[in-house]
């Protein structure tokens, strides 16, 4: 009889032969309490030969699956379909779990299965269990020997569960991403997020879209996730951004139009606030790198991403017109234009980011 997973572990791996043992050394720890199921999505380097010798050795915790290329969005929803852990997390392959976090976050399931009933299906009807842990996560310049830690101690009591209309307010600087999100499997279903094929930045939609579906949730103040920043290839990196602000565009309208902030907000009016703040943040950073990019071209695609709003949900373009950070971004003229870059260059200066 296999042991209850209490934890999948999805990596989706493209030619990430270099950096990839760095992530799944820092998995296994979770020994058979975990699945890691490593997506190796059509990879031309050793990927594939990496993935397989960890299955060999670890049979009882990894699993591969080889696939046709379809991008990073294609190997979360092979992962999600193929997931039998109560709890669900992507890992990045460059990235990596804090091994004394990473067994705390373990026990803390444990122990709330062990609160409820023997079966899984009787957890989940009871309802006992946190529909979304939150850890923190660590920016990681572990070349230049940087690390900046993103925690949630300001917005969310520290481990007892809570919905979100006991959450406090969030910091400029700071909102939910996937790193720090781990689901549990049935909500993410129950959502129906699935992320587009061949598509950057499509981590956004993960983080957002479940959302409304979580009715409690448990935050532990652990720096569990370790980011790493620092290759010239990475989607974060700004001339990269600017190369396929198309992609970031695309994610930008499947996250306004993925869920109704209004019926959320009958229920849980300080999340319809922060979803809103997320849109706003991601029209933001749209507008920002088409003004970068400096031609009339992406000044009309600018124009078209918001009347895409617009003629999606009248009420929601006025208010990000109006009243949040993403209107101080689509200001009229050139010299509306110079401000919103002259303050995206002092916030890259405060806030250290790519």
Same mark, same amino acid.
């Not at 122990?111 to 899984?120: E, V």
């Not at 999340?271 to 991601?282: D, E, H, P, T």
């Not at 003004?291 to 208010?319: G, H, P, S, V």
């Given at each position: 009889?296999?042991?209850?997973?209490?934890?999948?572990?999805?990596?989706?791996?493209?030619?990430?032969?270099? #950096?990839?043992?760095?992530?799944?050394?820092?998995?296994?720890?979770?020994?058979?309490?975990?699945?890691?199921?490593?997506?190796?999505?059509?990879?031309?380097?050793?990927?594939?030969?990496?993935? /397989?010798?960890?299955?060999?050795?670890?049979?009882?915790? @990894?699993?591969? @699956?080889?696939? $046709?290329?379809?991008?990073?969005?294609?190997?979360?929803?092979?992962?999600?379909?193929?997931?039998?852990?109560?709890?669900?997390?992507?890992?990045?392959?460059?990235?990596?779990?804090?091994?004394?976090?990473?067994?705390?976050?373990?026990?803390?399931?444990?122990?709330?299965?062990?609160?409820?009933?023997?079966?899984?299906?009787?957890?989940?009807?009871?309802?006992?269990?946190?529909?979304?842990?939150?850890?923190?996560?660590?920016?990681?310049?572990?070349?230049?020997?940087?690390?900046?830690?993103?925690?949630?101690?300001?917005?969310?009591?520290?481990?007892?569960?809570?919905?979100?209309?006991?959450?406090?307010?969030?910091?400029?600087?700071?909102?939910?991403?996937?790193?720090?999100?781990?689901? &549990?499997?049935?909500?993410? &279903? $129950?959502?129906?997020? $699935?992320?587009?094929?061949?598509?950057?930045?499509? /981590?956004?939609?993960?983080?957002?879209?479940?959302?409304?579906?979580?009715?409690?949730? #448990?935050?532990?103040?652990?720096?569990?996730?370790?980011? #790493?920043?620092?290759?010239?290839?990475?989607?974060?990196?700004?001339?990269?951004?600017?190369?396929?602000?198309?992609?970031?565009?695309?994610?930008?309208?499947? @996250?306004?139009?993925?869920?109704?902030?209004?019926?959320?907000? &009958?229920?849980?009016?300080?999340?319809?606030?922060?979803?809103?703040?997320?849109?706003?943040?991601?029209?933001?950073?749209?507008?920002?790198?088409?003004?970068?990019?400096?031609?009339?071209?992406?000044?009309?695609?600018?124009?078209?991403?918001?009347?895409?709003?617009?003629?999606?949900?009248?009420?929601?373009?006025? &208010?990000?017109?109006?009243?949040?950070?993403?209107?101080?971004?689509?200001?009229?003229?050139? @010299?509306?234009?110079?401000?919103?870059?002259?303050?995206?260059?002092?916030? $890259?200066?405060?806030?250290?980011?790519?």
């Amino acid at each position: 009889m296999k042991s209850m997973k209490y934890l999948t572990l999805t990596v989706p791996c493209y030619n990430s032969e270099s #950096y990839m043992r760095r992530c799944i050394e820092s998995l296994l720890p979770g020994g058979k309490d975990v699945e890691i199921i490593i997506v190796n999505d059509g990879s031309s380097d050793d990927t594939a030969r990496i993935a /397989d010798s960890y299955e060999i050795r670890y049979p009882d915790i @990894v699993k591969v @699956v080889h696939k $046709k290329n379809g991008g990073h969005g294609s190997g979360v929803n092979c992962g999600l379909e193929k997931a039998t852990g109560l709890y669900f997390k992507v890992v990045d392959s460059d990235d990596w779990f804090d091994t004394d976090a990473y067994q705390k976050l373990l026990k803390q399931i444990k122990t709330f299965c062990q609160k409820g009933q023997p079966q899984k299906e009787q957890w989940e009807q009871d309802n006992v269990l946190p529909d979304l842990f939150i850890c923190n996560y660590v920016y990681d310049h572990l070349d230049e020997g940087i690390r900046r830690v993103m925690s949630y101690e300001n917005v969310f009591p520290e481990q007892r569960l809570c919905s979100w209309n006991e959450m406090k307010r969030f910091r400029p600087s700071q909102y939910l991403i996937m790193h720090a999100l781990i689901f &549990r499997t049935e909500i993410l &279903r $129950k959502s129906g997020v $699935k992320l587009p094929e061949h598509t950057f930045y499509v /981590d956004n939609l993960f983080a957002y879209q479940p959302l409304p579906y979580v009715e409690n949730i #448990y935050y532990m103040n652990l720096d569990l996730y370790h980011y #790493y920043l620092g290759r010239d290839d990475q989607s974060v990196n700004e001339k990269v951004l600017m190369q396929r602000i198309d992609q970031q565009i695309k994610v930008t309208d499947l @996250v306004s139009q993925s869920i109704d902030l209004e019926e959320v907000k &009958r229920k849980y009016p300080k999340l319809a606030v922060y979803m809103m703040r997320n849109i706003s943040i991601m029209l933001s950073i749209s507008s920002i790198h088409l003004l970068l990019i400096r031609t009339e071209e992406a000044e009309e695609k600018r124009r078209a991403m918001w009347q895409r709003i617009r003629n999606y949900d009248r009420r929601l373009y006025y &208010r990000l017109r109006c009243t949040t950070l993403s209107g101080l971004t689509y200001l009229p003229g050139k @010299v509306g234009g110079k401000l919103t870059i002259g303050g995206y260059q002092a916030a $890259k200066r405060i806030y250290q980011f790519q």
